[in-house]
């Protein structure tokens, strides 16, 4: 039975309605409201292309029931690959791999989705090779003590143009490739979240300073994506809506930024929180309960005429059921429970709750903070540890 089935099945159940219901954004149509959020899980080849490995874990994923699977994040650009394994998408000859992942998501129901990266300052030197860029030259508090040679250089006008440049060209490769939603990562401190933050961003150019040139760079980038392909797919922007560092966004500071991203093209906008410094913002461990994001989601929705998604913590449908329907957001992405559960969706549809495996939120799946180097889930088999 594939998610469409399910998602109509359920609803003649009258059972999760609200979140089991089918959200239209532009052209393109969910079954359901469950987002599999983008994780980075180095299951690539080692050039960067998608192995067996990462097309079972997408299709798992899909088979399970998801409406919208973001797979990623993939990266833009030569000069960012920070990892060993991450998925890239500089070059077309990522093409036809990525055509065959979003083919097998989508013939099981689900609508593919790609998240672009760049790492910017969050990333080593040594992994890296070449010079960290960010807006300004401020070292990230987290990476720079991990390597005695870090330096960030402060991002030149050239490197923006040709960043901007790198960005679209993969936007319009995932099109090819048959992509259904393109979200560009402007969230987790990473190189588009450094030029939006006041934190990060110290610039005195076009490109700092004021909210406007600050958000000029991501602006441009969703104005050029939407130029090159047009209406063929949805375009995403993650934020993180609060930052949670002294000095960083907070909720208000979106007021402004959200008609800038909706003028230039953005259809939907994936909220969650945190950066390096405040890493458990991004995948928050117990001790900060659970929904501790949903209501910086439901503050940026106030400033939104797009759908909003939001995430962190939310392990049931039943959650997410609430969540919807209350109207605090429009999307709810699940990653840990998914991961634990990729059938999570299919077994709630069908009253199968009790046969759920639960996320323990052990938080060992986050192996950049483990030194694990691939993702790995301490209670599904299989993505389990395989030292
Ligand atoms: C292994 C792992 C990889 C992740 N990779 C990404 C990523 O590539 N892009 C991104 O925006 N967030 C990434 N995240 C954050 C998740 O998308 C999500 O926001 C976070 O796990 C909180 O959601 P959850 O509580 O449902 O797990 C990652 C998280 C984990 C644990």
């Known amino acids: 039975m594939n998610v469409k089935t399910i998602c109509a099945k359920n609803n003649n159940d009258q059972n999760y309605i609200s979140v089991l219901s089918p959200l239209k954004i532009g052209e393109v149509t969910l079954s359901n409201r469950i987002v599999f959020p983008s994780w980075q899980v180095n299951y690539a080849n080692n050039d960067g292309s998608v192995s067996d490995k990462l097309l079972h874990f997408y299709t798992g994923l899909a088979d399970g029931g998801c409406g919208l699977i973001f797979t990623g994040c993939a990266v833009v650009s030569p000069d960012t690959v920070a990892f060993d394994r991450v998925m890239r998408i500089d070059k077309d000859t990522y093409i036809p791999a990525l055509k065959n992942l979003f083919y ?181 461990p117990e001790k900060l309960g659970e929904t501790p994001h949903v209501n910086i989601a439901s503050e940026l929705k106030k400033f939104a005429s797009v759908p909003v998604c939001t995430v962190g913590s939310i392990f049931s449908l039943e959650t997410a059921e609430s969540i919807i329907s209350s109207g605090k957001a429009d999307l709810v992405a699940m990653g840990r429970a998914q991961v634990a559960d990729p059938e999570i969706v299919r077994k709630s549809a069908s009253h199968k709750e009790a046969e759920i495996r639960k996320c323990i939120r052990c938080n060992k799946c986050a192996f950049w903070t483990t030194g694990d180097p691939q993702m790995h889930c301490s209670v599904n088999p299989s993505f389990k540890c395989e030292k």
């Open 104 to 284: 097998e998501i989508e013939k099981r129901g689900s609508v593919p989705g790609i998240q672009l990266i760049h790492y910017g300052r969050q990333a080593l030197k040594s992994v890296i090779g070449c010079d960290l860029l960010a807006p300004s030259p401020i070292p990230c508090p987290v990476m720079s003590t991990l390597e005695p040679n870090y330096t960030v250089r402060e991002i030149s006008i050239e490197d923006i143009e040709r960043l901007r440049i790198d960005f679209i060209k993969a936007a319009v490769r995932a099109v090819e490739a048959g992509a259904k939603v393109i979200e560009i990562h402007a969230a987790h401190g990473y190189l588009l979240n450094q030029f939006l933050s006041p934190y990060s961003n110290h610039r005195t150019d076009n490109y700092g300073g004021t909210l406007n040139n600050r958000a000029r760079f991501v602006v441009e980038i969703i104005k050029g994506v939407r130029s090159q392909i047009g209406e063929q797919a949805v375009i995403s922007v993650r934020v993180s809506g609060n930052e949670f560092v002294s000095g960083g966004l907070t909720p208000p500071d979106f007021k402004n930024i959200i008609p800038l991203m909706e003028k230039a093209g953005m259809d939907l906008l994936n909220v969650t929180a945190g950066v390096y410094e405040s890493m458990e913002r991004i995948v928050p």
